[in-house]
């Protein structure tokens, strides 16, 4: 028999065996998908190579803020591992990104007694005069109570001493306060860090300056130093406090995101993306912010590859640089494949720790919806089946694709721990669980399997 006829005659064989016809969506993808996800998930949490990479990454080159030695050798070391993992298409796509360096920097209390603060520098700020800024503090909960006060501020050092309520709430203090207390006349402003707990540790981030007012410095003082010079003010002590920052905008620096794949065996020209953001703050080791959720894309397409799943679209890993200062990866990612975004199927990120996955949160149509939550129902036995709908990209460095009409979702996890942590000197390797970054890599395998696969494109 001729290899021809014994094919057909397989063929044949399977039709008479199916009950109905054998294409993804008319089965329904948990039936289609089934034993692929399953087979990823096993393959995912069954050791700890994924954080053992995360370790290797973050051990070997530290934290990797835009402009340093540190991010593009981390990001050599990724492309070669890729190679060595057998990864299509390995390469570094320029990116020019924003160069801000902190140099030397100290908040000093002077007055009702001497002290040093802790202290971070915010991410982009000028810098003080070299002998500093000495000046008294005004203290203010909220933007309302600046205004309130806005005559007592002018000369001064003006602290926001804001709880932490929501990351999206909370950080306007860090992005929106330089500029709103340069308006009201302050000297420089001082934030309270943005953290959901702290054990007096300062947490960085990125600030803006508006063009309607003077770019005056600013820097985050750890929670219980806000908290204490709030208690001075209320006792009605005057607080003064010496801020001396280096900071400075370097000329723009030459970085790559990193792109790799698994070229799709029968649409490769539709793209599937998923990853992280490889650079991190100057502070701690970026690992779960955002080590984690770079290698958790990229072990998720190169399990795929392992276990034979090759996907009928392709499946391209991107781990963008310089998300914290500017997302210029991000944004530099749209304009290059500008061209070949209306063959961008969906676009998912992980940049918000990786702890125990929940499930995703999503922004696309009712219609690719409903089939995302079909999907994400395979992921039961490791608990992330929830798909939230959103109206904004659920993460940076997808955001520009997403203003260009692809779908984006990010990874969603138990979130209790990030804040804790965030652009800290303690985002380090041992605040994460193995067996919770294994399951991360799951979620995002099984996902970005599915959507790659299914026979009809996910709609738009
Ligand atoms: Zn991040």
Redesign the pocket.
Known sequence: MTPRRLLTLATALTLALSPAPASAQSRGIPAAYRAAADSLIRAATRDSAAYDRVGRLVDGFGHRPAGSQSLEAAIDWVLAEMKKDGLQNVRGEPVKVTHWVRGAESAVLIRPRRDTLSMLGLGGSVATPKAGITAPVLVVSSFAELEQRKADARGKLVLFDAPFTTYDDTRRYRTEGPSAAARAGAVGCLIRSVASNSIRSPHTGRTSYDSTAPRIPAAALSVEDAMMLHRMQDRGEQVVVTLKMDARDLPPASSRNVVAELVGREMPDEVVVLG??ID?WDVGQGAM??AG?SVAAWEAVRLMRQLGLRPRRTVRVVLWTN??NGVDGGKAYRDRHAGELDRHVMAMES?GGVFQPTGFAFAGSDSATALVRQAASLLESIGATAVERVSQSPD?DIGPLVEQRVPGIGLKVDGTRYFWYHHSQGDTLDKLDPAEVARCVAAMAVMAYVIADMQDRLPR
């Open positions: 992280g953001h991190s912010d955002d959720g998300e914290e940049d940076a």
